[in-house]
């Protein structure tokens, strides 16, 4: 925490202004740390701030209760100003237990407040924690502002009259801790307040019971002495308009509605529940008054099947999974490829390889989607960078699949997914158009050829089944062009591969140019794609004010590539790409550019920390410096 001003007058004396604040919330799954951190969130949205959220899921469903393997954490950044990242590390970290203390005490600043809640340090507490010795009293906690608060014991007396039972007041002991945090960081209780009667809007007794636990809260950090000032992070500067905080899911959701609706077509989902992509499931699912139509099939090949069966028959087929669906898929994509149909994949990656850790984040699908499939079977690839960024990435995929005929999919990941930030919302008259436009009724004795091709983008035309006139062949063997009958001619089977290829290879002409993070030539460029950009950005723009010669820029495109990016590199003495895998966009960039681009891999199943970042872009630019003295 950055204090920019000593204190306030009046009735405030003693607020701190500060410019941001990074604050973790750790406990176990049924400490209710994903709740706490997104009313804090919610609060804090409408109190103008910037944000950035990174809710830390257990990989391991039902882990026992007080283990390492158990900890939930939900962490948020706000701050007065643009920021492009959830923070490093925390300022504040609120331990529920022993086991959330050992697995974040680490991460938390040196001089950072650590909330503890001391209920939770028995013997075997501390045993499931893998603690020999209690960290309060062994100079673990050294260095670090610590305020233990027994939450339980004080949560039961704040509702000591409250007809819940002692466990379900345990329960509320979230709220108690959130109360001290509002006060802290002089928070407004009355969206908690609010958002608690509509969750619990049957259960009028919970509703009372939270609210009260915080209120009980907030007085408790305003009446003792542990507290000797409250800090207060003012509004950001932000372009004019109304926003939502938003959640990665939920804007790939709101965008391909908005692409469908924009197209006046039907969407159709058919999905199979996966982390962490259910959510795109539970969110078209409430949009049946726009003509949303979702199926939960029995497996992940019946999903994308009627995906593929909804687009054929004239609607706009989607199916959302991870990438062990995408594993299951692949053969029904490569029977898009070959039908030539809009389809719209939504893989929302995830730590592998196989079951991995589902809650965990990653970038490793890459190569996956791209040569998963057998045969020559080329498919657009996009991906989202940031929660607000999936909305015209969802939209974008909609204008792809429909202009082009063939499958689109979409790259999120787990950190997109259930991270938020402030979304501006667009004005829905100045979306781009996406015009489609169906075959029409066949001419009495003219033939119609299904796979007649438009000059400018190759694709054929999108006959609805049942029109007049229409009749034509489709499946997954070979077509020959123009006719569409069954073909194993051998020159036709070449003609169609390079045209399939062709057809997606035009789609970079659509593509604007590349936008840079500062000049288009100097000494080091980074380049980035999916999540990694906020780490980027903010790693960028420390050295930049350092005096450093370094750009960076953001691939939405991953196939094609830009037209400019060949050049964009060549620009620059050293090429430099963080990627959550192996380092799979770097390999496809050296090969088809012979650009020795320097790859920066992390497959830990967390996001960038932007300082990471930094220290190997200082090796970068003294490389480049060495270079440039020869």
Partial sequence: MQTTSSQTAGHDKGLQDIDQVVIRFAGDSGDGMQLTGDQFTRTTALMGNDIATFPDFPAEIRAPAGTLPGVSAFQLRFSSFDIHTPGDAPDVLVAMNPAALKVH???????????????????LDLKKAKYDKDPRTDGTLSGWRVIEVDLEARTQEALVNSPLDNRGKDRCKNMFALGILYWMFHRDMEPTIKAMGLKFAKKPELVEANVQAMKAGHAYAETTEVFQTAYRVPPAA????????????????????????KAGLQLFLGSYPITPASDILHQLSGYKHLGVITFQAEDEIAAVAAAIGASYSGCLGITSTSGPGIALKSEAIGLAVMAELPLIVLNVQRAGPSTGMPTKTQQADLLQVMYGRNGESPVC?????????????????????????????????????????????PDPDKLPPIPVAFAPEGKPGEKFLPYARNPETLARPWAKPGTKGLVHRIGGLEKQDGSGNICYDADNHQHMIDTRAQKVANIANDLPPLATFGPRTGDVLVLGWGSPRGAITAATQRLQQQGHQISCAFLRHLNPLPNDLGALMKGFKKVVLPELNKGQLAMMLRAKYLVDVQSFSQVNGQPFKSHDLESFLQKMLAAAAKEGAR
């Fill in 105 to 123: 005490l680490k991460e938390l600043k040196k001089d950072g407040v650590l909330l503890l809640n001391t209920a939770s340090f028995s013997a």
């Fill in 238 to 261: 932000m372009k004019p308009g109304t926003y939502r905080n938003i959640m990665g899911n939920q804007a790939l959701s709101l965008g391909v509605v908005a692409g469908a609706q």
């Fill in 381 to 425: 690839v996009i991906a989202a960078s940031t929660p607000a960024d999936a909305f015209e990435v969802g939209y974008e995929a909609v204008r792809i699949a429909t202009k082009y005929m063939l499958p689109v999919v979409v790259l999120s990941d787990g950190y997109i997914a259930n991270g938020s930030e402030p979304w501006l919302l």
